[in-house]
């Protein structure tokens, strides 16, 4: 069954949908990546309605995601796990399909990733030199890059971590620094950053370069997050940020809005260890350690694994990934630790190196009312 055996709309327009039209040019790009027409308009329609886009958007999405002109893109790692990556090639598969073969080959040209690509040493950096040489390029970042380059915590192609990304990132249109390590820092800039590690953003101004940037954090990010923030690049140019240059259609709501065992905040019962009674009826995890009032993401909306799941359904608490500085978050008592609870006022630390009158930007309090050492009345 092809494409237009499902419509019965003339040959001016396919139709998708009785409300939704596709060009002739996006429908014969579907069929020839042999993608399923009801899959791909699931796909569009679930992007525009994560990223808050009225479902009259959603062929501009499809016409954006199926464009014969591809833009170029280098994804460069530095200090990083792979995670980020292995994250955005499990994104929302097609029928027969994933990321990795509709998003990065059909969508954009990933003219450079090592991990990915077949050629190394002395052709992959002539393969580098090939796709930076021109410009208009988008720039992925995975991993946060020693600042001092000539301390010789990061070497790549004979080069250090700063002659690296200012190479590539002069010609660039778009940087994209993909996960917490590339926005923030991440594990390696955490204390005492033995490395000097810091964030693409802090880089760029120590280098006096000045280019768009949009940070999509997450240990790893949500591979649907990383998609739609390039479709939706691709389709409408850059999205509205918020103060930590995060695309505020994904960050611009905390964790604990959108989870299930908000209910219990407030009047409990709270958990009081992992799997007891309150945890396995749904009963708030805060007590835990959960960091979920003062973390921006899209975790609980979006969910992970294809929408399966999230760390609050799954009996965990939310251990704060896409702020900055997470791993040192100061909690209760003056105390770190992930199953430390929040204090009343948890802020997260300067992500960049910046000035004392950006940091704070995520300071909020957490309860009304709460203290740790209080019993819930229930319990």
Not at 67 to 91: H, I, K
Not at 193 to 210: C, D
Not at 248 to 277: I, K, L
Not at 293 to 298: I, K, Q, Y
């Amino acid at each position: 069954m092809n494409l237009r055996s499902l419509t019965s709309a003339p040959r001016s327009g396919t139709q998708l949908d009785q409300d939704v039209m596709l060009d002739d040019a996006t429908a014969d790009r579907l069929l020839e990546l042999g993608i399923s027409r009801r899959r791909f308009l699931s796909y569009c329609a679930g992007l525009a309605s994560l990223m808050a886009l009225p479902q009259s958007m959603v062929p501009g999405l499809a016409a954006a995601a199926t464009a014969r002109t591809r833009p170029s893109v280098v994804y460069l790692s530095f200090q990083e796990c792979t995670g980020c990556l292995e994250s955005m090639v499990n994104s929302f598969p097609f029928q027969g399909g994933g990321t990795i073969e509709n998003l990065i080959l059909n969508l954009v040209s990933l003219d450079f990733q090592q991990t990915l690509m077949a050629a190394s040493g002395d052709q992959a950096e002539q393969q580098l030199r090939s796709a930076t040489n021109r410009s208009g390029y988008v720039l992925l970042i995975d991993g946060s890059i020693p600042a001092q380059g000539n301390r010789g915590y990061f070497v790549s192609g004979e080069k250090n971590g700063v002659m690296r990304f200012r190479e590539a990132a002069e010609s660039a249109r778009l940087i994209i620094a993909a996960g917490t390590c590339a926005s923030f820092g991440g594990l390696p800039k955490a204390d005492p950053n033995p490395t000097g590690a810091v964030s693409v953003g802090a880089l760029l101004r120590q280098l006096g370069i000045k280019k768009d940037l949009i940070n999509v954090p997450g240990c790893p990010p949500i591979p649907e997050v990383l998609t739609g923030v390039i479709l939706y690049y691709l389709a409408r140019g850059k999205p509205a940020l918020d103060a930590l240059n995060r695309p505020t259609m994904f960050y611009g709501r905390s964790v604990h809005e959108g989870c299930y065992r908000e209910e219990s905040f407030e009047d409990g019962p709270h958990a009081r260890s992992f799997d007891d009674a309150h945890a396995r009826a749904g009963g708030c995890l805060i007590k835990l350690g959960c960091k979920g009032p003062v973390t921006h993401s899209a975790c609980a909306r979006i969910g992970w694994n294809q929408g399966t799941s999230f760390p609050m359904m799954s009996g965990h608490g939310c251990i704060g990934c896409t702020e900055p500085d997470f791993w040192d978050r100061v909690n209760t008592g003056g105390t770190k630790g992930f199953y430390v609870p929040l204090g009343h006022h948890s802020s997260a630390t300067d992500p960049n190196n910046e000035g004392p009158e950006q940091r704070g930007r995520t300071e909020g309090t957490w309860g009304h009312g709460h203290e740790d050492d209080e019993d819930d009345d229930d319990d």
